[in-house]
Antibody
C-alpha cells in the first residue's frame, strides 16, 4: 500500500523558515518524480515544486522561486521542502504527491494527508 | 503559463441526476508526443485530493464507471452519469502538457440539491 506521510508544519512568523518532510512507502521511491502541492484555507490547489528521480532537475512555481528548496533522499525514501523567507500568503496545507515517472505514469495518483503551515505574527 | 478555467464553480445536483463540469485551457493541451495530459481530481470534504481521470478519459483504478472524461484540444468535460451522496466535494482539472508549472482549474463545488 502506497503511503505518503508529511510532517514539519506549524506556526511560523513572517520571514521565518520551516522544513517539511514526506516519508514515502509502498512503491519504488527512486523511480518517480515527486511534488509538493499546496492549498490555502478555503482555496484551490496550487503546484509548488517537483524534483526528478535522481534530484538532478527541480522546478518551482514563480511565487516560491529563490525562497523554497525541494530535495530528496532516495536511501531514506524521503522528500523535503525547505521554506525560507515565509510570507502570510504561504499559509496553506502542503501535500506531498507522487509525481509521474517521466515516461508513462501520469502525476498525482497518490497524495499524503497534508501538513498545515501557518505564517503569522 | 497555461490557465485552466472551470465552469460552473458551484454545481447543485439532485441525487440520481447527471452532472457535468467544463474545463477550458488557454492553450491546446495536445503534446508533441500526441498525448493530451489532462487529469481530473476529486476532493471530498476534509480529505486529500484523489485522482479520478488521467489523459482526458482514462479512469483510475477503483473509480466508479459513472465518472467519465472527454474532450480535446482546449475543451474538456467531466461527467457523472448519476450523482450519489459520496460524490459531494470539489472537482479540479489539471494540465501537465506544458510544465512547469502544472496548473489546476479553480475547482467546482458539487453539492446535493
Amino acid at each position: 500500500e502506497v503511503q505518503l506521510v508529511e510532517s514539519g508544519g506549524g506556526l511560523v512568523q513572517p520571514g521565518g523558515s520551516l522544513r517539511l518532510s514526506c516519508a514515502a512507502s509502498g512503491f519504488t521511491f527512486s523511480n518517480y518524480w515527486m511534488s509538493w502541492v499546496r492549498q490555502a484555507p478555503g482555496k484551490g490547489l496550487e503546484w509548488v515544486a517537483n524534483i526528478k528521480q535522481d534530484g538532478s532537475e527541480k522546478y518551482y512555481v514563480d511565487s516560491v522561486k529563490g525562497r523554497f528548496t525541494i530535495s530528496r533522499d532516495n536511501a531514506k525514501n524521503s522528500l523535503f521542502l525547505q521554506m525560507n523567507s515565509l510570507r502570510a500568503e504561504d499559509t496553506a496545507v502542503y501535500y506531498c504527491a507522487k509525481d509521474g515517472d517521466g515516461y508513462i505514469q501520469p502525476p498525482f495518483d497518490y497524495w499524503g494527508q497534508g501538513t498545515l503551515v501557518t505564517v503569522s505574527s | 503559463d497555461v490557465v485552466m478555467t472551470q465552469s460552473p464553480l458551484s454545481l447543485p445536483v439532485t441525487l440520481g441526476q447527471p452532472a457535468s463540469i467544463s474545463c477550458r485551457s488557454s492553450h491546446s493541451l495536445v503534446s508533441s508526443d500526441g498525448n493530451t495530459y489532462l487529469n481530473w481530481f476529486q476532493q471530498r470534504p476534509g480529505q486529500s485530493p484523489r485522482r479520478l481521470i488521467y489523459k482526458v478519459s482514462n479512469r483510475d483504478s477503483g473509480v466508479p464507471d459513472r465518472f467519465s472524461g472527454s474532450g480535446s484540444g482546449t475543451d474538456f468535460t467531466l461527467k457523472i452519469s448519476r450523482v450519489e451522496a459520496e460524490d459531494v466535494g470539489v472537482y479540479y482539472c489539471m494540465q501537465h502538457t506544458h510544465w512547469p508549472p502544472y496548473t489546476f482549474g479553480q475547482g467546482t463545488k458539487l453539492e446535493i440539491k
